[in-house]
């Protein structure tokens, strides 16, 4: 007898974001990267369609970075010091396709770069890397609220991924975004129901849901990972019962997490298979993008998927 | 799916008779729904009520527990899809296939790897669980294998044949570690089957689908066998997780029985990240036992502590003792730091106090492992219990002065504190990621 299949059949779909925009778009990049759209819970093609997959951003920085590990820094050397080499290793030897940039710089605790020279910074790195780009500003709210529009300004028009709005400072982003043609990101604490508010206030100001990634920090593999895990499945849960204020597509900051943790910092092959199973593991509670440091945990999890694409 | 009230009384003589002790047959409907009174207490049930009453009881996935030792473990039994709805209650059994072809110091130092492989983590031991032995020679060397297997571990153990009669002489040596078979499939399950009858024990059924699958396991049930674990074979990786996907619906949401059974994935992967990559997809979706070959002990933490995150209980969040901890070289002059006791705050603390790399005490609450913010809106960690703590914990021993810093969420309770405790209380950052910039500038 034929047994017969479980099959959810859900009515909600995940928002397509694309980052990136192509000369013919407005933009300059060589390629555009496309997330989300799915009609069903991660990994289950058999159920219903997973038109993109998740993808892999390298992390730069405009300085120097002082929260890598050694590892990291000897994988990458002197590049890190440089971050149009960084970005260039990233990119030619990497393969990333795209690129996710920290105005680490512009923090008053951090060289406290102007907005001018944030915003200088940005046009050169566009002119010199043809990837997409998300930019991401130091985490000092009041300084993010200068620096951003600086740099949401002088990338006009290439359709990067901006963040991070927060639920208490989250208008100057929208605005900037807004008018420049952005996408952006919503951080909301390990809480579904503020992700659910961000994103409202959001779209209260005029930028379509279509336009919003969740982040919704995660924690690294042993450091709370299980937490953004069930919240994404929640969400992702609520989403495709046709909650559209939740059908955004999710970006994790995974080696920031990762490369924090003691296990990481034990060994290389240790940090490697902790960034790589930290990524992997949010893939399956619905992760889109990926934020990555080490090049073998990028080639893991790549490997990875497209693996699980294949079949 | 469970019964509800109204479906138990229409099982029910409906007489109202009140010889269970209650005034009508629906009140007692209600009682059995509830589970507080069992079936037994009407003197007029029927038969049919009786047994779909008690499968109703039994299980939606059965509940196996591999090996017979202090090292034995339990699968099975699990209640939801996702852990949020409920908790994951049974860890995935992690094990280790071995190949017979090896040379017998080849296994035995193998055995001796994966013997050791246990870690620390959160206050809680992560073990290994399970080693398999796998025919690739003949019967003879299969024997000899087992026995390297009996005598070099106490872990549970699996044998892996597809010959009955290897598999036999095997089970003979071994029965009294109850050892897993591996396995019946559509060509062997009648000889294998009487195995596993002879000797009481459980064992893996393999087939391509789900279809075969719970036909076979219909036959082994009819057979006698009940102690099943399912196993759908090689295949890529994201047919697996829907298989396994599959098989837990098929469990829980339609409670059918022929696939009423935890399951089995052997990993296909070799390389060491691959591996790892691959198991953890079969931990977090619903494997009961997931089978690897490497020992790496790099390797094997970062599984075992992912199956640790996937099977913490979201109501039960793990905690550590509530004490001062000293971070580093501190001295009386070192700055103390208030937090909870909830483990992935204190960690997340402790690593950018560590980051930061400038000696510090961390003071944590017993919040009964609520967050800071949660903490503080259930009242545990207000003025008054951090006071409680300041006074309990030794701290005014231990430091020479009255100084606290006490996280940003909680800034509002610093009038209070200060009052109540006699510290003088410094507002923190709001995120630990700003402790080591925070502690920097405090200097």
């Known amino acids: ?311 | 799916m469970a019964l509800s009230g109204l479906d138990i009384y229409k099982l029910l003589p409906k007489t109202n008779c009140r010889q269970c002790g209650l005034a009508t047959c629906l009140a007692f409907a209600m009682q059995l729904a509830k589970k507080t009174l069992p079936i037994e207490k009407c003197p007029f049930v029927s038969l049919e009520a009786k047994t779909t009453l008690e499968a109703q009881a039994m299980p939606a996935i059965k509940l196996i527990t591999l090996g017979s030792n202090e090292s034995k473990f339990d699968i099975g039994n699990e209640t939801v899809m996702f852990r949020h709805e409920e908790k994951f209650r049974n860890p995935t059994g992690v094990g280790f296939i071995i190949d017979d072809n090896h040379s017998d110091t080849e296994i035995k130092e193998r055995l001796k790897k994966i013997n050791q492989l246990k870690f620390e983590r959160v206050g809680q031991e992560l073990r290994v669980n399970l080693v398999a032995i796998k025919q690739n020679k003949d019967a003879q060397r299969f024997l000899e294998a087992t026995k390297l297997l009996l005598d070099n571990t106490t872990l549970p153990i699996m044998l892996m044949s597809s010959d009955p009669a290897a598999l036999k002489q095997a089970a003979v040596i071994s029965q009294e570690r109850k050892p897993l078979l591996y396995s019946a499939q559509q060509k062997n399950f009648a000889q294998i089957a009487a195995i596993a009858k002879e000797f009481q024990l459980p064992l893996v059924v393999t087939a391509q689908d789900i279809d075969q699958l719970s036909q076979l396991t219909k036959e082994l049930n009819a057979l006698g066998v009940k102690e099943l674990i399912l196993d759908t074979g090689i295949k890529p990786i994201a047919d697996k997780i829907w298989d396994l996907t599959q098989i837990r619906r098929q469990a829980l949401k339609k409670s059918n029985r022929a696939l009423g059974y935890p399951s089995l994935a052997i990993v296909q992967k070799s390389d060491p990240y691959e591996e790892a990559m691959e198991a953890g997809a079969y931990i977090a979706k619903y494997a009961g036992i997931v089978l690897i070959k490497g020992w790496y002990s790099w390797e094997v933490l970062s599984i075992l502590t992912l199956r640790q995150n996937i099977y913490t209980d979201p109501q039960k969040p793990l905690q550590i003792d509530p004490k001062l901890y000293p971070i580093g070289q501190v001295s009386r002059d070192s700055p103390v730091l208030v937090t909870t006791n909830f483990s992935l705050t204190y960690y997340t603390v402790l690593t950018e106090v560590e980051a930061g790399k400038i000696p510090a005490y961390i003071l944590s609450v017993d919040t009964q492992g609520m967050s800071v913010l949660t903490a503080w809106a259930a009242e545990k960690f207000n003025a008054e219990a951090i006071t409680k703590s300041l006074n309990s914990l030794g701290v005014k021993e231990v430091i020479g002065h009255k100084n606290l810093i006490i996280p940003g969420y909680v800034a509002m309770i610093s009038g209070d504190l200060e009052d109540q405790s006699g510290f003088k209380i410094i507002v923190g950052p709001k995120e630990a990621a700003g402790i080591p910039s925070f502690l920097k500038n405090l200097q």
């Open chain 1, 1 to 311: 007898m034929e047994t017969q299949l479980v099959l959810e059949k859900w009515q909600g779909v995940i928002s397509t974001v694309i980052i990136g925009a192509k000369k013919e778009e407005g933009g300059s990049r060589s390629d555009t990267v496309k997330i989300g759209g799915q009609i069903t819970m991660p990994l289950l093609f058999k159920e219903g369609a997973t038109p993109n997959k998740p993808r892999i951003a390298f992390e730069i920085s405009d300085i120097a970075p002082f929260d890598f590990d050694e590892e990291l820094i000897a994988t990458y050397g002197k590049a890190v010091n440089d971050p149009f080499a960084w970005a260039d290793i990233c990119v030619n030897e990497y393969k990333a396709g795209l690129l996710c940039l920290k105005m680490q710089g512009t923090h008053p605790d951090f060289g406290n770069k102007s907005p001018e020279s944030a915003a200088k910074f940005i046009s050169a790195l566009l002119s010199k890397v043809k990837v997409p780009l998300i930019i991401i500003g130091s985490g000092d709210d009041a300084k993010d609220n200068l620096i951003m529009p600086a740099c949401s300004e002088a990338a006009r028009g290439e359709r990067c991924l901006i963040g991070c709005a927060v639920q208490d400072n989250y208008k100057t982003l929208v605005a900037s975004v807004l008018a420049d043609g952005h996408s952006i990101i919503a951080e909301s604490p390990i809480d579904i129901n503020i992700a659910k508010q961000l994103n409202i206030l959001i779209s209260d100001m005029g930028l379509s849901l279509e336009r919003i990634v969740i982040n919704p920090t995660i924690g690294a593999l042993g450091y709370g990972l299980e937490y953004a895990y069930s919240i994404m499945e929640r969400a992702r849960l609520a989403a495709l019962s046709g909650d559209k204020t939740l059908a955004s597509p999710f970006i994790c900051f995974v080696a920031q997490e990762a490369w924090k943790t003691k296990e990481a910092k034990a060994s290389s092959q240790q940090g490697i298979i902790w960034e790589t199973l930290t990524a992997t593991s949010l893939i399956q509670s619905g992760a889109d993008l990926l934020v990555m440091r080490h090049p073998k945990a990028g080639q893991n999890v790549s490997n990875y998927i497209e693996a699980l694409f294949k079949g």
